[in-house]
């Protein structure tokens, strides 16, 4: 049973940093594509960034230069760094598995990240 649970969330001043995990388990990791999602009140949900099985990244234009995605395949954990924090960036993060049908699926339960003007 595939398995992701995230963590890193919370309360932080605009301009702030934080750091989410996401650890997996249920799967063979380093063989799928990973991705961050966020869904703010109201909004729908979107891709923040995702990483290739070989370390190929996207990001949302929205995050550019401020947000970086990585992953470590020994630990099953994807990472995204948040840097230069805006009120804006306030959502619930999920992480996600991308099947070889592009879709993404197994998401995890969400961390929350507030950010203060």
């Known amino acids: 049973q595939v398995q992701l649970v995230e963590s890193g969330g919370g309360l932080v001043q605009a301009g702030g940093s934080l750091r989410l995990s996401c650890a997996a388990s249920?799967?063979?990791?380093?063989?799928?594509?990973m991705g961050w999602h966020r869904q703010a009140p109201g909004k729908q949900r979107e891709l923040v960034a995702d990483?290739?099985?070989?370390?190929?990244?996207n990001y949302a234009d929205s995050v550019k230069g401020r947000f970086t995605i990585s992953r470590d395949n020994a630990k099953n954990t994807v990472y995204l760094q948040m840097n230069s924090l805006k009120p804006e960036d306030t959502a619930v993060y999920y992480c996600a598995v991308r099947l070889p049908s592009g879709r993404w699926n197994y998401w995890g339960q969400g961390t929350q990240v507030t950010v203060s003007s």
């Open positions: 990483i290739s099985t070989g370390g190929m990244i």
């Open positions: 249920g799967l063979i990791f380093r063989l799928y594509p």
